[in-house]
Nanobody, 123 residues
Framework: QVQLVESGGGLVQAGGSLRLSCAAS????????MGWFRQAPGKEREFVAG????????IIADSVSGRFGISRDSAKKSLFLQMNSVEPEDTAVYYC????????????????WGQGTQVTVSS
């Protein structure tokens, strides 16, 4: 099994920046793709960004393209989401996810999930 723990969430002013982190542990050798999803109250969980562990493929959702960036540190088995020029609509619980497949996908077909970290953007 794989365990995922998110950190870095909090309160940030509109137009500011925030950096989220995700630490993976356990049977991490079986994981090839990791990504970020978010969910606001009363809304469906939606894809934000994903990256292959080797760095050969990256997908960024259109809603955050140009503002958010995704990266990983293979040696430390960590995933990051850099959030710039944040807007009130970015307010949500952000979840780290991992899958054993090789392809980055935007659907919620991931094998492992973290418990989430709250991001609140004030205006």
């Amino acid at each position: 099994q794989v365990q995922l723990v998110e950190s870095g969430g909090g309160l940030v002013q509109a137009g500011g920046s925030l950096r989220l982190s995700c630490a993976a542990s356990g049977r991490t050798s079986s994981v090839y793709v990791m990504g970020w999803f978010r969910q606001a109250p009363g809304k469906e969980r939606e894809f934000v960004a994903g990256i292959s562990w080797s760095g050969s493929g990256t997908i960024i959702a259109d809603s955050v393209s140009g503002r958010f960036g995704i990266s990983r540190d293979s040696a430390k088995k960590s995933l990051f989401l850099q959030m710039n020029s944040v807007e009130p609509e970015d307010t949500a619980v952000y979840y780290c996810a991992a899958r054993e497949g090789y392809r980055v996908i935007m659907e919620r077909r991931y094998d492992y999930w973290g418990q989430g970290t709250q991001v609140t953007v004030s205006s």
